[in-house]
């Protein structure tokens, strides 16, 4: 089992910044893949951005391209999301999401490629 605890969600302007923080706990590993989805009301979860543990392969949906980066830290077990030019359209519920299968740029953005998910944190952008 796997545990992911978001934090670092809030109220920002249209055009600021917020740093996004999930820390893993249990039995993770270097085979692990991590990302980011996110879910705005009335609409399904939608993919933000995902990482291979390693580091070595990052992957972003086109909306956050050159916005949003993807980062992790090994050693204390977290992945970052640090979002700049926040948009009132990225307002959503942000959630940290672990997986042990293959991720490819297809299986990336797919909800059922990660097993394991967090609660979620609210990020709200106003205009």
Partial sequence: QVQLVESG?????AG????????ASGRTGSS????WFRQAPGKER???AT???TGISTYYADSV????TISRDNGKNTV??????LKPEDTAVYYCAAGTGV?????????????????????????
């Fill in 16 to 23: 600021g910044s917020l740093r996004l923080s999930c820390a």
């Fill in 103 to 127: 991720v490819t740029p297809r299986s990336a953005p797919r909800p059922a490629t990660y097993d394991y998910w967090g609660q979620g944190t609210q990020v709200t952008v106003s205009s």
């Fill in 32 to 35: 692990y893949v991590m990302g």
């Fill in 65 to 68: 391209k050159g916005r949003f």
């Fill in 9 to 13: 969600g809030g109220l920002v302007q």
């Fill in 46 to 48: 939608e993919f933000v």
């Fill in 80 to 85: 970052l999301l640090q979002m700049n030019s």
């Fill in 51 to 53: 990482i291979i543990w």
